[in-house]
Structure formats: structure tokens, C-alpha cells
């Protein structure tokens, strides 16, 4: 997830979309067979892991490129989507009074960055 305060994204609104696309390139990379090698050596150099440590890590992680990223944000219920999973943890906090009242988790979620890198050039949306 990706939060960005409102003041920014209304200021700097063209800078958050070069963000989405990025990490939208970042995933094709990650997910192509013929970068394995190179894309766990950069990744595990960041956490300062040996690679082979981290390729254990990465078996069970999941990246969501951009069409996956349309399904989750327009998803209505369940955890197939960010507003039900969110809505799902808000009933358990309240039933095991983490808190007391509950919160709308509709207001913190706009797919509209998604949306406008998808429909840019050079963008795929192949997952």
C-alpha cells in the first residue's frame, strides 16, 4: 500500500502518478524469469541479505502489478479487495475492543492513481 498525505498528492499530484508507474515497472521486472538473478541481488542488497536467503523470502510474496491493482481497489467485499479486507480488521478491532468506534475505510482508498498510470503510455497492465 502506498499512503500519501492529501496536501501532496493535491500539490504534487504528477509526481505520485511517476510513483505508481514506477512501481508498476518495478513489478514486470521483478516477475520476469530472465531478471531473477539480478532482481534478488538488488533487492537483498537493500535489506543487506545474501541473495539465496532472500529468494527464500520472496517465495512467499506476492507483488501486484497493475491490473491486479484495478481488481483489488474496484473489489466490493471480502479480502479480495483493499475497502473489504479493511472493513473485515475494523469488525475485529471492534469486537476485540482495540478500539471503540468504527472507521470508515472508504475515504483512505482512491484508485484514481492507478488508474490515470494505467491509461499513460509505457504503462502495461498485464497482471
Do not use: C
Amino acid at each position: 500500500m502506498l499512503f500519501v498525505a492529501r496536501g501532496s498528492l493535491e500539490a504534487r499530484r504528477d509526481d505520485w502518478i511517476k510513483v505508481v508507474k514506477a512501481w508498476f515497472m518495478v513489478v514486470d521486472f521483478v516477475a520476469d524469469p530472465s531478471h531473477e538473478g539480478e532482481a534478488l541481488a538488488i533487492m537483498a542488497r537493500r535489506v543487506r541479505l545474501p541473495a539465496p536467503s532472500y529468494a527464500k523470502l520472496m517465495s512467499g510474496t506476492r507483488l501486484l502489478g497493475g491490473e491486479e491493482n484495478r481488481r483489488r481497489f474496484h473489489a466490493t467485499a471480502g479480502l479480495d479487495s483493499v475497502a473489504g479486507s479493511s472493513e473485515t480488521v475494523d469488525r475485529f478491532n471492534l469486537r476485540n475492543h482495540v478500539y471503540r468506534d468504527t472507521v470508515a475505510v472508504g475515504p483512505y482508498f482512491d484508485s484514481s492513481l492507478v488508474e490515470e498510470a494505467l491509461a499513460q503510455p509505457g504503462v502495461r497492465a498485464p497482471r
